[in-house]
C-alpha cells in the first residue's frame, strides 16, 4: 500500500500563490503517475492536473490551466503543484493519487493509492 502525503495547503488571500507537495516516504514516486484532484463541500472531485512518470507529460483541466503548474522532483521523490492568481472558488480540499504506470492517467477512478488531503481555502 503506497501512502501518499500532502502538504502546502493554507488560507491565503485572491491572487495569492501557494505551492502543494505529494510524496511517498516509502516508495519511488518517479515510477508513479501523479494526479491532483480537489472537492469542494457537496461537489464531486475534480480532476485539475496530473503528470506522466517517465516523460513528464501534463494535463491540466480547464479550470485552473494556465495558472496551476505540476511538476516533480525525482530527487526529493516530491510531486508538486504550483498554484497562481489563486480564486476563492479554488476553495477545496487538495488530494494528490497514484498510480504505477508509464501513461498519463486523468480520470479519478483509475489512481490506486490515495493521500489524505490538504485544505486550501482562498478568501480575503
Known amino acids: 500500500q503506497v501512502q501518499l502525503v500532502e502538504s502546502g495547503g493554507g488560507l491565503v488571500q485572491p491572487g495569492g500563490s501557494l505551492r502543494l507537495s505529494c510524496t511517498a516516504p516509502?516508495?519511488?514516486?518517479?515510477?508513479?503517475?501523479v494526479g491532483w484532484f480537489r472537492q469542494a463541500p457537496g461537489k464531486e472531485r475534480e480532476g485539475i492536473s496530473c503528470?506522466?512518470?517517465?516523460?513528464?507529460?501534463?494535463y491540466y483541466g480547464p479550470s485552473v490551466k494556465g495558472r496551476f503548474t505540476i511538476s516533480r522532483d525525482n530527487a526529493k521523490n516530491t510531486v508538486y503543484l504550483q498554484m497562481n492568481k489563486l480564486k476563492p472558488e479554488d476553495t477545496a480540499v487538495y488530494y494528490c493519487?497514484?498510480?504505477?504506470?508509464?501513461?498519463?492517467?486523468?480520470?479519478?477512478?483509475?489512481?490506486?493509492?490515495w493521500g489524505q488531503g490538504t485544505q486550501v481555502t482562498v478568501s480575503s
Open positions: 493519487a497514484a498510480k504505477e504506470t508509464i501513461v498519463l492517467v486523468r480520470s479519478v477512478h483509475e489512481y490506486d493509492y
Open positions: 503528470i506522466s512518470s517517465i516523460d513528464e507529460r501534463t
Open positions: 516509502q516508495y519511488i514516486l518517479e515510477y508513479y503517475a
